[in-house]
């Protein structure tokens, strides 16, 4: 009977946690109108930041908690230095630059001629 219980405040524990969590995502929805940009900001960073320590988990045979420490410890530095470097350049944190030129072809723009 106890292990009954446990399963059953883990099932309700896990329920009040999901509904907390979409109402947290509905109250940002609500209120910032460019809701996908920074959906997609956030997930970029978030797989970009767990990238290394998912690969080293699935590939490297040798992969410790030590290593997956300093993995995040890494991309932390990272993130710091390039609001860091972002602040010194005085250009707004995550904006977006006004514009790229890839192999002739410009990103946030029209098509430029080579």
């Known amino acids: 009977m106890p292990s009954q219980v446990r399963e ?3 099932v309700y524990v896990g329920r009040a946690f ?19 940009e920074l959906a997609i900001s956030w ?3 978030g797989f970009a930041a767990l990238a290394p320590v998912m690969l080293a988990a699935l590939f490297w045979k040798r992969s410790t908690k030590y290593g997956a420490l300093t993995a995040v410890l890494f991309v932390t ?10 602040k010194g ?3 707004a944190q995550g904006s977006k630059p006004a514009e790229v030129v890839i192999n002739g072809m410009t990103l946030f723009g029209t098509i430029s001629s080579p």
């Open 8 to 10: 059953k405040s883990t």
């Open 18 to 36: 999901i509904l907390l969590a979409n109402t947290v995502a509905f109250a940002i929805a609500w209120g910032k109108p460019n809701i996908f």
């Open 77 to 86: 530095a990272a993130i710091l230095w390039t609001g860091w470097i972002e």
């Open 89 to 91: 350049a005085r250009a």
């Open 43 to 45: 997930a970029f960073s």
